[in-house]
């Protein structure tokens, strides 16, 4: 069965840190472009931070940029998400997504939720005082 598990949400207080994981089982990840994307109560899911199957492209919403960072571990078979200088409005379910054929922009992956083909399912990251 093909899966993707996301873990390393929790509560933070603003300007805290969270690592997110997304590992994979049924499936090697090698070949895939993974996502991550979040979705706020009452607001439509919305592309975070991308990163092709090399791990060598990666993309970022603007709202994140400089503060997350992307990367991979084909060898565990794992994507994370680092989260630094969390704000109120990063509070969202965070969800990994795997695609096998991601169109790029300007040569990074984009974070179209249609493009991507299995996804799991998400972890609660909720920033607070």
């Known amino acids: 069965q093909l899966q993707l598990v996301e873990s390393g949400g929790g509560l933070v207080q603003p300007g805290g840190s969270l690592r997110l994981s997304c590992a994979a089982s049924g499936f090697t990840l090698d070949y895939y472009a993974i996502g991550w994307f979040r979705q706020a109560p009452g607001k439509e899911r919305v592309g975070v931070s991308c990163i092709s199957s090399s791990g060598g492209s990666t993309n970022y919403a603007d709202s994140v940029k400089g503060r997350f960072t992307i990367s991979r571990d084909n060898a565990k078979n794992a994507v994370y998400l680092q989260m630094n200088s969390l704000k109120p409005e990063d509070t969202a379910v965070y969800y990994c997504?795997?695609?096998?054929?991601?169109?790029?922009?300007?040569?990074?992956?984009?974070?179209?939720?249609?493009?991507?083909?299995?996804w799991g399912q998400g972890t609660q990251v909720t920033v607070s005082s």
């Open positions: 997504a795997a695609g096998r054929y991601i169109t790029t922009v300007q040569g990074m992956c984009n974070m179209l939720g249609l493009e991507y083909d299995y």
